[in-house]
């Protein structure tokens, strides 16, 4: 079984501050690990994933996460945030696979004022 | 590459009616996910196929909850008869294998669903 931990419901910060959403996971596989964000009323749009390699992973509008597996740590950062980068934001964790299914955590609300 | 689409975007019934959301992947992908989105919560899988085969279906309230993938293409979810809780947004994704061998999700906009 394989279960993902965010670590904060809500993260607010000021606008081109620095932000760190927190995501552990615990699984008895290799992992595949993902970062989805989702803005209101919208699906799931991929940021970034870990599938192997490099353990910095570089996503689109400007974030990167890090995994950590000694830590068994994901978490997502970005140097500075802007206005539309408000939006709930999911760790997910797969087995390392095709059949394994995406668990997802249960999601930080990214709320950047100005 | 179009995306995956769902209809109805909303829909609101009372407790005890029935409700039918479809789901159109993006062509070429073979494995079809549904997932619960509850208020506050993260997704949760319902069922899984691959092709036109029901690959985990294990959290699938299969009393009220069906679905079907027929041709392996378009699939439909079928809630019947609805109770308060099933309140949520229906997410519908497709994936394709990377060559890494992972499953990487695309998903369509979401149903979201009222019981009242």
């Known amino acids: 079984a394989q279960s993902v931990t965010q670590l904060d419901s809500q993260v607010p910060v000021f606008e081109e501050a620095p932000v760190e959403l927190r995501c552990n996971y615990s699984s008895s596989v290799s992992v595949y690990l993902f970062w989805y964000v989702q803005y209101p009323n919208q699906g799931l749009q991929l940021l970034l994933k870990y599938l192997s390699g490099s353990t910095l992973v570089k996503g689109i509008n400007g974030f990167e996460a890090e995994f950590n597996k000694s830590q068994t740590s994901f978490h997502l950062r970005k140097p500075s945030v802007h206005i539309s980068d408000t939006a709930e934001y999911f760790c997910a964790v797969s087995g390392a696979g095709s059949n394994y299914k995406l668990t997802f955590g249960k999601g930080t609300l990214l709320t950047v004022n100005p | 590459e179009a995306g995956v689409a769902q209809s109805p975007r909303y829909k609101i019934i009372e407790k005890r009616q029935s409700v039918a959301f479809w789901c159109n992947p993006i062509?070429?992908?073979?494995?079809l996910y549904w997932y619960q989105q509850i208020l506050g919560q993260g997704p949760k899988l319902l069922i899984q196929?691959?092709?036109?085969?029901?690959?985990?279906d294990s959290q699938l309230p299969k009393d009220r909850f069906s679905a079907e993938r027929l041709k392996g293409v378009d699939s439909t979810l079928k809630i019947q008869p609805a109770k308060l809780e099933d309140s949520a947004v229906y997410l519908c994704?497709?994936?394709?294998?990377?060559?890494?061998?992972?499953?990487?999700?695309?998903f369509g906009a979401g149903s979201r669903l009222t019981v009242l």
């Open positions: 196929f691959q092709n036109n085969g029901v690959v985990d």
């Open positions: 994704a497709s994936s394709a294998r990377q060559l890494s061998g992972a499953n990487v999700l695309t």
């Open positions: 062509s070429g992908h073979a494995t």
